[in-house]
């Protein structure tokens, strides 16, 4: 598989689209028929056309934001400290670009930390730390569904 589709698969299990389960009935339906992962996807009926149209247009996107708002973030923690208000919104902001990339994992240690940092400085109710959690919960969410068992098989 290529690296591209390394990504995509990694992007819809992170953002909860497909299961690790479904992803690897789509590889598998690959290894079979040919083509493209998103191919298989949408063949398989786990993808819509569209959904993949705007998927892999965000995909791009995203992988190509990451790196800045990974600088940002180490500039704001450099000149500013850990947490300074707008260092803990690069923070989130990191962890939102890396979401949407299907870097779980990342998003949601960051996320966390974010939100830790955001209602101790900033209170609960403050409107960046209620994205912060929403963030976290997203990011549960998807991982729950991404562990889910697959819903489509090979005959």
Do not use: C
């Not at 690959?30 to 949408?42: D, I, M, Y």
């Not at 400290?81 to 949407?100: E, K, M, V």
């Amino acid at each position: 598989m290529t690296e591209q589709g390394i990504r995509l698969g990694e992007i819809l299990v992170g953002r909860g689209l497909v299961s690790e389960a479904d992803l690897d009935v789509a590889l598998k339906r690959q290894e079979v028929a040919g083509g493209r992962l998103a191919t298989n996807l949408v063949a398989l009926g786990l993808l819509a056309p569209s959904d993949l149209a705007i998927l892999l247009r965000h995909q791009r996107e995203v992988v190509a934001a990451v790196p800045g708002a990974e600088r940002a973030l180490a500039k704001f923690e450099a000149g500013f400290g850990a947490d300074h208000p707008s260092t803990l919104r690069a923070r989130y902001n990191l962890s939102r670009l890396l979401f949407l990339a299907g870097r779980l994992g990342e998003a949601l240690r960051l996320a966390q930390d974010a939100l830790i940092d955001l209602r101790r400085n900033l209170g609960r109710d403050h409107p960046w730390t209620k994205e912060a959690a929403a963030m976290v919960a997203d990011a549960f969410t998807a991982r729950a569904k991404a562990a889910a068992p697959a819903t489509v098989t090979l005959d």
